[in-house]
């Protein structure tokens, strides 16, 4: 259950000035009309076409038209530069596709009504091919997702099914990024490469590193006034500084912070008597809906691995003692180490361990030196055997 994200979602919102109509000059706003976007939608005549930014206002209209009989539009307005906007056809918004568009864009749309939000294709830009690639990609996933991920009920399967589909659209981003930088399409395909809030940087390649830093500097040449620049700018330098400590924190050097706290019984277990044996902390609390799920693995892997030298080091977030006592006996958590301060988020284990959210886990050598952060399924067990195997 996270209390905050890992990784903030990169945010997409310009100030935008309105603007719509199909002359040089709107005559309301007195702007120039600096895009152009025309084409086909089968399908869909006389339908409302509008595009639209998000603001620190809120959803702000750029510009707007209709299509005719045959599903045919022009649509001109003007933005203030590169950014990201939402194309939506129909009354509702909800039938929308989201595009990367920039300033003097002449855009051409070839799509039908049912496919417009799907798989539309774009040119006229330098952004119109790679983004109708994406798409095109993305929709594949999304079914093959759709169809053989309800066929898998194990949750560390569907996990590798989940990253085996995800693999084309992947691969298309980062080739992509190394190939233009500065390619406003970057937008959308960067957060397929940056960390994910689930596994942090347990399965990501620090390569991406290197084409996040390339492409910042293409869009600091390319769009230096954009605000997109800067929030990209600020995201990347979190991430380089995150990495940094994900290294520290997972190559063995850096030792555990004591933990000294009362058990159900009221007798004090220190974490450093644990020393010579590889020790899973496990931060959880009864309230804890995904922690109460993990549970089943974390005893699995206990009784698998403990006459290995492997032991389980419970801190719980709880408050209420008896609900804490509950949770360890249904969830048969039989190991001996259950420790807690009943503080709940105001416990100071909380900053000691930069937790963000739980479950949290830290896998521990026989040293009590750190090598694992967020651990969890799969992933977990194989570091865990990597480090019993060290005698």
């Not at 939000?117 to 330098?126: C, E, L, Q, V």
Request: with cysteine; hydrophobic share 40%.
């Amino acid at each position: 259950m996270n209390r905050f994200s890992f990784f903030s979602i990169l945010f997409l919102g310009l100030f935008i000035f309105t603007s719509c109509g199909d002359s040089s000059v709107d005559e309301e706003t007195g702007l120039a009309n600096n895009f152009h976007i025309e084409g086909q939608i089968t399908g869909a005549a006389n339908q409302k076409l509008k595009i639209e930014a998000q603001s620190q206002q809120g959803v702000i209209e750029v510009a707007q038209t209709v299509t005719d009989a045959s599903g045919n539009f022009e649509l001109d307005g003007n933005i203030p530069g590169m950014g990201i906007y939402s194309l939506s056809l129909g009354e509702n918004g909800k039938n929308a596709v989201v595009i990367p568009m920039d300033v003097d864009d002449q855009v051409v749309l070839k799509a039908t009504k049912e496919t417009f939000a799907i798989t539309p294709a774009f040119s006229g830009t330098k952004w119109a091919k790679p983004l109708t690639k994406y798409m095109q990609l993305f929709s594949d996933f999304a079914k093959k997702q759709m169809e053989q991920m309800p066929k898998i009920t194990d949750q560390e399967k569907q996990m590798a099914l989940f990253a085996q589909l995800k693999k084309p659209i992947l691969q298309f981003s980062r080739k992509q990024i190394r190939k233009d930088p500065g390619n406003p399409v970057n937008i959308i395909l960067v957060n397929l490469i940056m960390p994910s809030q689930e596994t942090g940087f347990t399965d990501w390649d620090p390569a991406n590193l290197d084409d996040l830093r390339a492409m910042e500097t293409a869009f600091q040449r390319n769009y230096s006034d954009s605000p997109i620049t800067g929030m990209l700018s600020q995201q990347i330098a979190a991430i380089d500084s995150q990495y940094q400590s994900y290294q520290q924190t997972s190559s063995g050097t850096m030792a555990a912070s004591e933990i000294a706290l009362k058990n159900p019984a009221g007798t004090e277990l220190r974490l450093s008597n644990l020393k010579g044996k590889v020790v899973l902390i496990d931060f959880w609390a009864s309230w804890c809906a995904p922690c109460r799920k993990e549970n089943p693995n974390v005893v699995r892997l206990y009784k698998k691995y403990r006459g290995e030298g492997f032991e389980v080091f419970s801190v719980s977030l709880d408050q209420d003692q008896n609900a804490w006592k509950a949770a360890i006996d249904k969830d048969g958590l039989f190991w001996p180490n259950h420790v807690s301060d009943l503080m709940g988020w105001q416990t100071p284990l909380v900053q000691a361990y930069g937790i963000q959210g739980i479950p949290h886990t830290v896998l521990l050598n026989r040293e009590g030196n750190i090598v694992g952060i967020g651990l969890r399924g799969a992933q977990l067990e194989q570091k865990l055997i990597e480090q019993l195997a060290k005698k």
